[in-house]
Nanobody
Framework: QVQLVESGGGLVQAGDSLRLSCAASGRTFSRACVGWFRQAPGKEREFVAAISWSGGSTHYADSVKGRATISRDNTKNTVYLQMNSLKPEDTAVYYC????????????????????WGQGTQVTVSS
């Protein structure tokens, strides 16, 4: 079992930066791929970024590539999502997710592949 708690969201202006955190409990976290997804009002949930359990492989959605950096500290059971140059279209609830994987370089991009989800943190970017 893995429990996930997101934090770091808030109200910012366009061009600002935010660092979201996903704190996990559960001994399988260090062998779990972790992903960030987001869902804006009236829209479907979409993939943002993912990191393999080794930290050696990352994957980003085109919409955030070059503006986002996902990282993890397995000693702290925490994954981070640094978002820079935020845009109003980044406004959404951001969810952290985790799934145990056998490969240390595996990243998952489909929400259905993840077993565990956090409650989400709101990010609002004003223009």
């Amino acid at each position: 079992q893995v429990q996930l708690v997101e934090s770091g969201g808030g109200l910012v202006q366009a061009g600002d930066s935010l660092r979201l955190s996903c704190a996990a409990s559960g001994r399988t976290f260090s062998r779990a791929c972790v992903g960030w997804f987001r869902q804006a009002p009236g829209k479907e949930r979409e993939f943002v970024a993912a990191i393999s359990w080794s930290g050696g492989s990352t994957h980003y959605a085109d919409s955030v590539k070059g503006r986002a950096t996902i990282s993890r500290d397995n000693t702290k059971n925490t994954v981070y999502l640094q978002m820079n140059s935020l845009k109003p279209e980044d406004t959404a609830v951001y969810y952290c997710s985790a799934a145990a994987t056998t490969g240390g370089w595996t990243t998952l991009v489909r929400g259905g592949d993840y077993n565990y989800w956090g409650q989400g943190t709101q990010v609002t970017v004003s223009s």
